[in-house]
T-cell receptor, first 114, second 112 residues
């Protein structure tokens, strides 16, 4: 099973709202990721968690706050977002398959900021 | 840092024909090259990957070739079907898959 799940599938929020995106995997992977994807563009890496610790933060604004409560869960807390933050937010996890670390993506949360 | 260029940006083929998508990378230390397929409204799905110690890998109708000297790799899809229509992304990384550099994507349309 190579499934990464994300909730919600769609989210509409105002610029003053606080919301959270959730991601879950049960593949025993120890690295989890958040990406942002704009239409017709490749995914852009935001954060990487390795063994539940933040290892990479690609200079993401503080209105995005990641959290890794345990090895299977990853959250992205959103606060005071801007309309330009509207995008598809993808979660991924990586683990070893045939001696090669491989990333698997979830279906994404489509976010619209009004 | 690594830079990955992907061509073409759009590709239309007739059902049953072959499709080829090409990527070039800049960092000779890159040694892992996955390909992802992204259908409309879905997340990217890994379809095939190759490591730098292998020149070619095949999985049914999909194959990937790697030329380390020229620093380019290609995705080949044979006997295309309408369900192959999607955006395809190539990527490259060094050592592990934790920092993938993606190409810009190719919109493949298979015409019935």
């Amino acid at each position: 099973d190579t499934e990464v799940t994300q909730t919600p599938k769609h989210l509409v929020m105002g610029m003053t709202n606080k919301k959270s995106l959730k991601c879950e995997q049960h593949m025993g992977h120890r690295a989890m990721y958040w990406y942002k994807q704009k239409a017709k563009k490749p995914p852009e890496l935001m954060f990487v968690y390795s063994y539940e610790k933040l290892s990479i933060n690609e200079s993401v604004p503080s209105r995005f706050s990641p959290e890794c409560p345990n090895s299977s869960l990853l959250n992205l807390h959103l606060h005071a977002l801007q309309p330009e933050d509207s995008a598809l937010y993808l979660c991924a996890s990586s683990g070893y398959r045939l001696s090669q670390e491989t990333q698997y993506f979830g279906p994404g949360t489509r976010l619209l900021v009004l | 840092g690594e830079n990955v260029e992907q061509h073409p940006s759009t590709l239309s083929v007739q059902e049953g024909d072959s499709a080829v998508i090409k990527c070039t990378y800049s960092d000779s230390a890159s040694n892992y090259f996955p390909w992802y397929k992204q259908e409309l409204g879905k997340g990217p799905q890994l379809i095939i990957d190759i490591r730098s110690n292998v020149g070619e890998k095949k999985d049914q109708r999909i194959a990937v070739t790697l030329n380390k000297t020229a620093k380019h790799f290609s995705l080949h899809i044979t006997e295309t079907q309408p369900e192959d229509s999607a955006v395809y992304f190539c990527a490259a990384s060094k050592g592990s898959a934790r920092q993938l550099t993606f190409g810009s994507g190719t919109q493949l349309t298979v015409l019935p």
